[in-house]
């Protein structure tokens, strides 16, 4: 398996791949991973000018360990190939698949990323793959989605084109998006995939972001596309284990283990009923706490 797959992605910041200088300089915020934009935020005669740019920051720039994620362009246009062609040249580490729908357009794509891994030279199962589900259909059809190649790491919620199909629209207090969001985290759970929230657009309202992120978080996803360098840090604060829950995660784990050997399956924890099934939740907090560098 290609260990990038479970890899730390609390915050996957999107950036326009129109603007030379976002290119240039996002790694200096220090998200998990960043997502160069060549769909929606490009402006339609643009196109050939962003895929270049970003071709060339691809294959000049140190990203000092963000990931480096390309969302293409849609199925539909005749754009996506040589997205994916360039990305996968450049050495991206992903793909986006945006307005997924059906486990046959992740094939799809996996197709050309392997002719461009082919091509390239680049190694063969190098490039991974997430999937963008933006309307009511991809909702349905999520764990096909999530299964549809050994590629796939993750599964993203994308409220915009989501709602507008939904014939709703993002109203700040989450309900259009309860049942997605519901859903999806289920569909990525059994599928043994990441799953990952949608952006939060009202910049200024950083009280409403914060709400959003604890919500989102207790919910169980793995992380959030953002837009702005302003969001990374109240995620990567929320999604961090506190100094608190790694010393309760730890003494979870040690008991666990030493009551086994006593043969004693249930006991407590500072207070708490502790038995078997919260031994992986406690070792989960501390892999995430390595991962984030505070343990
Ligand atoms: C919103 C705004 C224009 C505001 O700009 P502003 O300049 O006013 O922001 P400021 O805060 O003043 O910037 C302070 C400093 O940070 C730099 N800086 C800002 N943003 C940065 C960034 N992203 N990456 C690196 N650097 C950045 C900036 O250059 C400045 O640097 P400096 O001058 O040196 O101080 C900007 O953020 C931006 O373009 N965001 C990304 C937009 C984008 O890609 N949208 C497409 C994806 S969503 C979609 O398609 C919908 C979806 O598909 C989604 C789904 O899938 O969920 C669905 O359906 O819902
Ligand atoms: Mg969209």
Redesign the pocket.
């Given at each position: 398996m290609n260990q990038n797959k479970k890899r730390l992605r609390r915050t996957m910041?999107?950036?326009?791949a129109q603007?030379p200088?976002?290119i240039k300089?996002?790694y200096?915020?220090q998200?998990d991973s960043?997502?160069f934009?060549l769909?929606?935020?490009v402006a339609e005669n643009q196109k050939d000018a962003a895929r270049y740019s970003l071709y060339h920051g691809l294959k000049t720039i140190d990203y000092r360990g963000c990931e480096k994620i390309v969302?293409i362009n849609g199925l539909d246009t005749p754009y996506w190939r040589e997205d994916v062609r360039c990305a996968v040249a450049g050495g991206c580490d992903g793909i986006?698949v945006?307005?997924t729908e059906s486990a046959s357009q992740i094939k799809l794509v996996e197709g050309e990323i392997v002719k461009a891994e082919r091509a390239y030279e680049v190694e063969a199962g190098k490039v991974l793959i997430m999937a963008?589900v933006?309307s009511a259909r991809g909702v349905m059809k999520a764990m096909d989605v999530c299964e549809a190649s050994e590629r796939m790491f993750g599964i993203?919620?994308?409220?915009?084109?989501?709602?507008?199909d939904l014939q709703t629209h993002?109203t700040g207090t989450g309900v259009e998006l309860m049942g997605a969001r519901q859903q999806l985290i289920i569909a990525a759970r059994a599928a043994k995939v990441q799953c990952?929230?949608?952006?939060y657009?009202d910049?200024d309202n950083m009280e409403g972001f914060r709400k959003e992120v604890e919500t989102i978080h207790l919910m169980g996803f793995d992380g959030k596309?953002?837009?702005?360098?302003?969001q990374i840090r109240v995620v990567h604060d929320i999604f961090t284990p506190s100094p608190k829950d790694i010393s309760f995660s730890e003494k979870v784990v040690r008991e666990i283990d030493e009551k086994k050997e006593k043969g004693i399956g249930v006991f407590t924890v500072d207070g708490k009923m502790i038995d078997i099934a919260f031994y992986d939740g406690a070792k989960r907090i501390l892999d995430m706490a390595k991962a984030s560098g505070v343990y």
């Open positions: 910041m999107f950036l326009n603007k200088g976002l300089d996002a200096i915020y998200p960043i997502m934009d769909e929606d935020a969302r986006r945006p307005k963008a933006e993203a919620l994308s409220g915009g084109d989501y709602t507008r993002i990952f929230d949608t952006v657009t910049l596309s953002i837009v702005n360098p302003r």
